[in-house]
């Protein structure tokens, strides 16, 4: 079958192609087209995932293409993976809210919201490219505001599932704690995209959640960052999202004292592009190790193959919610694990959430709509009531500034400003 990898030029892509040549039987592919209009990056992606294919002997073809059309005729399942402004955009993203004493972060708070209003209207034109060139192909989104863009998407009709490492990589580094093999692992996994608590870990039908927090309680919450005392007493594992939210202060404080990660991924980012137009490196390097996309290419290969393959696995993804989670709308996009067929995804019954996790699920969700309204019609008044709307921000005056200087900081990504 043949793949298409919109933000193929994108300094992730050998970890996906990495995944493909080890999970070539889950996931047997002819062709992997990547797309980007980047044509010096393209080349030299292009060429390592090349290289890197025929040290693996994988029989794909690599092509490229500088037009979404081009690249996905053809094509069974569209990965979308792109990063409207790049890493400088991205620093301002991480900045500028800490101006106004806010968290500054790509995807949680004001700085997710600016990402979403340069990425959603580029992702639903590729996404109505994609739906006339290649019309039966599955579109799986990594582009994040991962949560606001899938529902992007849903809203305007288009087969599309949303896509993070956050649960794939809890099932693997708890398996790892336990001894057993990721496949026994299932995780109670629930809220929505970068919001998310694991509130049972079974292993082979067995909630092993209270023992893995007294064995490997300490380990757990140094790569959370958060105190373990606080996830003991909870009794569940939230993401290291919610690190923005608990400790939103404290983080704070440490990001104005620091590089932001946009500054130091840039300078990985050339690092790795000189290795990638090296004709002798053909395996991933270690640096990329050093991304937040652990474990990205495993959780892709698994989502495509279910559905091109009518698996009816279990895996968590973003989809629409449709009482789910009976105190969100039905429209929401939720992060819960689903069971994936040629259907697509259906998630499973979730247990009633507990008011302290369900009150911030509700209310990043009402956030989330007006950031998706926001980004689709436009106008500072609309950003404001989206910042209004989030946990984070809330005050007025502080949403009024933030939203004027991020409209103004991103001008140039945004057709109506
Ligand atoms: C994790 C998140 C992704 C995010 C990435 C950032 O993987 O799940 O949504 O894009 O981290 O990693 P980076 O190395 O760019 O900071
Ligand atoms: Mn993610
Ligand atoms: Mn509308």
């Known amino acids: 079958m043949k793949l298409a990898v919109v933000g193929g030029g994108s300094t992730y ?32 992606v292009s060429g390592m995932a090349s290289r890197m294919l025929a040290r693996a002997g994988h029989p794909a073809t690599v092509s490229t ?19 409207i402004g790049g890493q400088a955009a991205r620093n301002v993203d991480e900045t500028l809210p800490l101006e106004c004493g806010c968290v500054g972060q790509e995807t949680t708070g004001a700085g997710g919201l600016a990402k979403a209003l340069r990425t959603v209207p580029v992702v639903l034109d590729i996404a109505e490219r994609v739906a006339k060139a290649a019309p039966e ?21 288009h087969r599309a599932i949303g896509l993070c490492n956050v649960a794939i990589g809890f099932q693997r580094r708890f398996a790892a704690a336990l001894g057993v093999t990721p496949e026994r692992v299932s995780l109670g996994h629930v809220g929505l995209n970068h919001l998310t608590w694991e509130r049972s870990v079974r292993v082979d039908g067995d909630d092993v959640l ?22 003991r007493r909870l009794g569940v594992v939230p993401s290291y999202y919610l690190r923005y939210f608990y400790e939103h202060d404290a983080v704070v404080t440490e990001q104005r004292a620091k590089p932001s990660r946009a500054a130091e991924v840039a300078a990985m980012e050339e690092r790795l592009l000189a290795m990638y137009a090296d004709p002798a490196v053909d ?36 989809l629409r919610n449709d009482g789910t989670l009976p105190f969100l709308p039905g429209d929401a996009v939720i992060e819960v694990p689903a069971r994936i067929g040629a259907a697509g995804a259906t998630a499973l019954p979730v247990d009633p959430v507990e008011p302290l996790y369900a009150g911030l699920i509700a209310h990043v ?32 005056s502080v949403s009024r500034d933030l939203a004027e200087r991020l409209v103004a900081a991103n001008r140039a990504f945004l057709p109506w400003a």
């Open 65 to 83: 293409a500088t037009t979404v059309e081009e690249g996905v005729a053809g094509a069974q399942a569209v990965l979308i993976q792109l990063r």
């Open 365 to 396: 969700t009402a956030y989330e709509a007006l950031a998706l309204e926001a980004a689709l019609h436009g106008g500072t008044d609309r950003v404001a009531d989206a910042l209004l709307a989030h946990p984070l921000i809330g005050q007025a």
């Open 210 to 231: 209270p023992r893995l927090l007294d064995g490997h309680g300490e380990e757990i919450a140094a790569a959370i960052g958060l105190p373990v005392e606080l996830i």
């Open 283 to 318: 395996t991933k390097p270690e640096l990329l190790e050093k991304r937040g996309g652990a474990f990205y290419s495993e959780s892709a290969v698994a989502l495509i193959s279910s559905l091109v393959n009518d698996r009816g696995d279990t895996q968590v993804v973003n």
């Open 13 to 44: 892509t050998p970890e996906l192609i990495d995944g493909f040549a080890r999970l070539r039987e889950e996931l047997p592919l002819s062709e992997i087209a990547l797309v980007d209009p980047d044509e010096r990056r393209l080349g030299l």
């Open 137 to 157: 192909a599955w579109i799986v989104d990594f582009t994040n505001p991962v949560g606001i863009v899938t529902r992007a998407l849903l809203q305007a009709g």
